[in-house]
Structures are given as structure tokens and as C-alpha cells.
């Protein structure tokens, strides 16, 4: 049974930085890309960062200040968020899939999810 968990999230104030984690399990964590997602109230999810061995990829909004990262030891991907916007607040999810395509918000989306953690940021 596959399980993604993420922690990490809560209330920072706009500049701060805060790290995401998430867990998997009931797979082969490395066969898999890892991808971060989101979604405000009223927008439409977005993907923000994903991973696949050396491979890395970041929208546009983020790229420069999130960082993301696995450790395959753990089978556990992180996200790095600094310099934090009132803009970034929004749930945050993870999620995994064979496909580069969905891990980067491509379509057909992720077949596995997390149950995602918020993250607000106050101005």
C-alpha cells in the first residue's frame, strides 16, 4: 500500500523560510518521480517542484528560492521554501508517479498524493 506523508507546514511571516518533508512508502522510492504541488483557495493546483534522481524541476514563481531534494536512504523528498511570499500560501501536497510528466503538473496528474499540509504566510 503506497503512503505519502508530509509535515513540515504551519504559519511563517513573509521573508521566513520553512521545510517540507514527505514520507513514502509501499513502493520502490527511487523508480518513482516525486513532485510538490499546490493549491490556494480559488486557484487551480499548481506543480511547483519535482525530482527524479539528478533531475529537478521548479515553476517559474518559485525557482531561485524552493529547493528541492530527496534522501533515497530515508525514501524521503524535501522542500526547501526561503524568502517565503503571502503568495506562496496554499496547501501543499506531494505526490509521485512513473511519469516526468505528471510530476511536473503535466496531465494525466500523479498517481499517488499525500494528504497534503498547509502552509500560510503572513505578510
Known amino acids: 500500500q503506497v503512503q505519502l506523508v508530509e509535515s513540515g507546514g504551519g504559519s511563517v511571516a513573509a521573508g521566513g523560510s520553512q521545510r517540507l518533508s514527505c514520507a513514502a512508502s509501499?513502493?520502490?522510492?527511487?523508480?518513482?518521480?516525486m513532485g510538490w504541488f499546490r493549491q490556494a483557495p480559488g486557484k487551480e493546483r499548481e506543480g511547483v517542484a519535482a525530482?527524479?534522481?539528478?533531475?529537478?524541476y521548479y515553476t517559474d514563481s518559485v525557482r531561485g528560492r524552493f529547493t528541492i531534494s530527496q534522501d533515497n536512504a530515508k525514501n524521503t523528498v524535501y522542500l526547501q521554501m526561503n524568502s517565503l511570499k503571502a503568495e506562496d500560501t496554499a496547501m501543499y501536497y506531494c505526490?509521485?508517479?512513473?511519469?516526468?510528466?505528471?510530476?511536473?503538473?503535466?496531465?494525466?496528474?500523479?498517481?499517488?498524493w499525500g494528504q497534503g499540509t498547509q502552509v500560510t504566510v503572513s505578510s
Open positions: 505526490a509521485a508517479d512513473l511519469k516526468w510528466s505528471a510530476c511536473v503538473g503535466g496531465l494525466p496528474p500523479p498517481t499517488y
Open positions: 509501499g513502493y520502490t522510492f527511487s523508480s518513482y518521480c
Open positions: 525530482i527524479r534522481g539528478g533531475a529537478t
